[in-house]
């Protein structure tokens, strides 16, 4: 019995489930995209631009869903997922390429000399302690000499001389050097700035000020063409809904910053401590007479007290 | 509608402190239910989140108020208190000054306190302290500022003025149509 009949038969009715094309279409599982690079058929294109652009679709589906059908996959309860693997096609970028940081004067040094950046660690190793202790920081490995219960000092030093202390300054000294050096670098990063640049930012900083500085803000003046509108800063706030938790928290910071400022103000003024209220303290030994009272009384007992030593002499 | 700025904050926190001082921690951590303070035209509320999350849906041209109105921000960024906020002020008040009955409307009017009006006042108000203006039946009436501590309020003469009036409950009636 011949079955190539019936199978042809058969095959006419569901289109093939590879798709032969000239170029080979390109699937890119991981984005579920497919792209054709086929040139348009033109007089099928121009005759019935439906059915064409239909088979073109149902192609590029099907390729689709068999590589789809290729990959791994993992069966759960809601039915089995194929794994995507990673997208091929390279996407632009959606920022413009960061600008290089100027360098700093150790950097460019660096970068003559061909010196290698080296990472140091943050922990240090202690031998007394044996433990890894930080470089610097909390309980930091430079403070050690600050914090050491003896020190050795040179028979010459003065009678004032304070070990500790002088670690301790020379310590802050070196963080000053660090910050001033910062500084530096950035003033010297702001002066790189061409002399151009300056000047345009100068100038137009200038021109806005000129523009609102009419009787009307600038409202009514005569529009030059050309002219942009003047954009300030824009204002940014936190979004409506955030957690109660989160909200909470910020609250209680800036309560806690008060607090803090609070208690600076109270120290600076000298009102000193509130443990004891000091007014309250003489009303209640004074028994509510006052402080004045309280001190005419303590020095009439005070003379009564010698009368009697002086009696019994 | 928007949370309030850390300046704003700090600007709405000072104000509220200077009357209840550290109790401002309970409005911000309670118990019962999460509440957040919200900006909306200038105006400061206090609402519970639940609240705060159903008025977002309005437009901001429709809603009116929110939760309880504490005050608002003037145009250079002051914080002034509203009477509307009386009730949370005077649950946590501090200090404390009750006036005696013939002395009520006139601070209903928007007098300042008299000392002959004093009835009661918490032992070491100091000078220029929030103070919240009880009558003698501990009704909260308004709030305000003490012009002398209380020490010194011992030798003043009846005439003179205790506490400057910030608000009283009057205004209810005066302002009502700028209140809310």
């Avoid at chain 1, 009303?283 to 009272?293: D, E, I, P």
């Avoid at chain 2, 000392?115 to 032992?123: F, S, V």
């Amino acid at each position: 019995m011949d079955v190539s009949n019936l199978l042809a038969a058969q095959a006419s009715k569901f289109q093939s489930v590879t798709v032969e094309k000239d170029t080979p279409l390109d699937v890119d599982a991981g984005f579920l995209t497919v792209t054709d690079h086929n040139p348009i058929d033109e007089d099928s294109y121009r005759s019935n631009l439906e059915e064409y652009l239909k088979s073109t679709a149902r192609d590029g589906i099907q390729a689709l869903v068999a590589a789809l059908y290729v990959l791994p996959t993992e069966s759960s309860v809601d039915g089995s997922f194929a794994k995507l693997p990673p997208p091929t096609t390279q996407l632009p970028r959606a920022k413009p390429l960061p600008k290089p940081k100027p360098l700093t004067k150790w950097e460019k040094f660096a970068a003559a000399k061909g010196i290698q950046k080296k990472r140091r660690d943050k922990k240090i190793w202690d031998e007394e302690k044996q433990e890894w202790v930080n470089r610097w920081g909390r309980d930091g490995k430079n403070k050690e000499k600050e914090d050491q219960w003896i020190h050795e000092v040179k028979a010459n030093a003065d009678v004032d001389f304070d070990p500790a202390q002088e670690a301790r300054n020379e310590r802050k000294s070196r963080v000053a050097k660090n910050e001033r050096q910062r500084l530096q670098n950035l003033a010297r990063a702001q002066a790189a700035q061409s002399e151009r640049e300056q000047r345009k930012e100068e100038l137009e900083k200038t021109l806005a000020a000129t523009r609102t500085s009419t009787a009307s803000m600038g409202k009514f003046d005569k529009k030059l063409e050309g002219d942009k509108k003047i954009r300030g800063v824009k204002r940014k706030f936190d979004p409506t809904e955030v957690s109660a938790e989160k909200e909470k928290q910020a609250s209680l910071a800036v309560l806690s910053q008060l607090d803090g400022d609070a208690k600076r103000a109270k120290i600076e003024k000298g009102t000193g401590d509130d443990v004891v209220n000091v007014r309250k303290a003489i009303r209640a030994v004074s028994k509510g007479k006052g402080g004045v009272a309280l001190g005419r009384e303590v020095s009439k007992r005070s003379k009564d007290s010698g009368k009697s030593k002086r009696g019994k002499r | 509608m928007r949370p309030l700025t850390e300046e704003e904050s700090k600007a709405v926190f000072t104000k509220l402190a200077n009357y209840i001082g550290k109790n401002l921690v309970h409005l911000i951590d309670r118990n019962d239910e999460p509440y957040c303070f919200r900006l909306h035209k200038d105006k400061v509320y206090y609402a519970s989140e639940a609240n705060m999350r159903l008025s977002i849906s309005v437009a901001r041209p429709n809603l009116i108020s929110l939760g309880t109105c504490f005050g608002k921000f003037s145009k250079s960024g002051k914080f002034k208190l509203h009477v509307t906020a009386l009730d949370y002020l005077a649950q946590y008040a501090k200090y404390k000054i009750w006036i005696k009955p013939n002395g009520e409307m006139p601070f209903l009017y928007g007098n300042h306190v008299l000392k002959a009006h004093l009835g009661r006042i918490t032992e070491d108000t100091p000078e220029h302290q929030g103070v919240v203006v009880f009558n003698m039946n501990d009704i909260p009436l308004g709030f305000g500022v003490t012009a002398r501590s209380t020490v010194d309020t011992r030798k003043l003469d009846p005439t003179a003025i205790i506490a400057f009036h910030q608000a009283d409950v009057g205004e209810y009636l005066r302002d009502e149509d700028t209140l809310v």
